[in-house]
């Protein structure tokens, strides 16, 4: 094998798809979550893309058996612009396709929709979801609570997941605005790619019980699941950087998506039973789409973002900087890099691929890496 071979997004897409249906998917969700997965890995999101699809979906479907391939959504409460959702353990793109395209909807009616979902499952990178709002004219918002990995302001306990907290606004430029992060400084996917290239963390990311920071990426994987360390909140260790406002977005984030649909919280989700046996997460996603054309023209707003991204853009740069970016700017520029190339698979996912085309008999399919 080499090690990194691009494989081009449709045979990597149509691959993906065909996996999922291969283990019980239906065929539109299958789309719908290959879609998800490769969209992430367009715009240059390496950890939430293909790297994540035998170990956070393949695996927990076929080998764990804690996710359900077929997702029964059921809406378990409808107001005139909420909704609560309950996933059943389903494939969480589905259901947070699902979801926004129900807050949308309302939205278009009332201004403004919100739909809460419980008893799901890991539903990709989190701003596939607002940037289908700023599609439809809207500004989108969503988060979602994690397994357990971020230790509370002066505490060392992981307690809080990674719980991204995220905005998409359209702007007259040819991206929307996007901040698509975790409240943590690391998220559990880079970590898993350090771990997969054979990378030490960087020094203050990660927290062991001792309070001293960790760095090695395997066996940081191994302690966040054992409880032996815990990710530090945006900020850092402490209040001094500002790890205090990290650790309370994380937990607006929690709240958010917990209190209202009555779902699960921080160590209820550890994917464990308490025998110790894998486990359905259950995990909580919010949802929320405001209508633009309810509060001004759709253009003039487009307009006025666009300046304000433009005039931050524009602003003096520090010495030795050689440009100045706003969110959604880097990833758009990633998707216009990768385009004619595709997703850069390593060794350690090569050989993922093959033991899942393999294991579910596509022999259709052979791949880049396997050629000459």
């Known amino acids: 094998m080499k090690k990194k071979v691009w494989i081009p997004f449709k045979q990597l897409e149509a691959f993906m798809a065909d996996v999922f249906q291969s283990i019980g998917v239906p065929k539109e969700d299958a789309r719908i979550c290959a879609d998800v997965l490769i969209q992430s890995d367009r715009r240059g999101i390496d950890s939430h893309g293909t790297g994540r699809f035998k170990p956070i ?33 389903g494939m969480g793109m589905v259901i ?17 929709g919100m739909v809460v979902a419980r008893n799901s499952t890991h539903y990709g990178f989190a701003a596939y979801y607002p940037i289908m709002a700023t599609e439809a004219g809207m500004i989108g918002i969503t988060g979602t609570n994690a397994r357990p990995s971020i230790a509370p302001t002066h505490g060392v306990e992981n307690m809080l997941g990674t719980n991204p907290l995220v905005f998409g606004m359209p702007t007259d430029e040819g ?40 760095t090695d990426s395997i066996q940081i994987l191994k302690d966040l699941v054992s409880g032996e360390a815990a990710l530090t909140p945006i900020g850092g260790i402490g209040e001094e950087t500002g790890g205090h406002k990290g650790y309370g977005f994380a937990t607006v984030v929690e709240l958010l998506s917990a209190s209202l649909q009555q779902g699960s919280f921080l160590q209820q989700l550890t994917g464990l039973s308490e025998d110790g046996n894998p486990a359905p997460y259950g995990l909580g996603h919010f949802f929320i789409a405001i209508d633009i054309d309810h509060f001004c023209d759709l253009a003039d707003f487009k307009k006025t973002s666009g ?34 190339k595709g997703v850069p698979v390593d060794e350690a996912l090569q050989k993922q691929l093959i033991f899942m085309r393999d294991a579910q008999g596509l022999t259709q399919y052979r791949f880049p890496f396997e050629e000459g």
Do not use: W
């Open 307 to 340: 300046d304000i991204l433009r005039a931050l853009r524009g602003s003096q740069k520090a010495p030795g900087a050689e440009r100045i970016y706003t969110c959604g700017e880097k990833e758009h520029l990633a998707g216009i890099e990768r385009e004619g």
């Open 57 to 89: 979906y393949y695996d927990r479907i076929v080998e764990q058996k804690i996710q359900q391939p077929v997702t029964h959504f059921e809406i378990v409460r409808d107001k005139a612009a909420t909704a609560v959702v309950d996933g059943h353990h």
């Open 96 to 112: 947070g396709k699902r979801c926004m395209e129900m807050a949308i909807e309302k939205a278009r009616t009332y201004g403004l």
């Open 175 to 214: 991206f929307p605005f996007t901040n698509d992060y975790a409240t943590s400084i690391i998220q559990r996917g880079k970590i898993e790619q350090y771990a997969r290239e054979g990378k030490d963390c960087p020094p203050g990311l990660v927290i062991g019980r001792d309070g001293q920071t960790k």
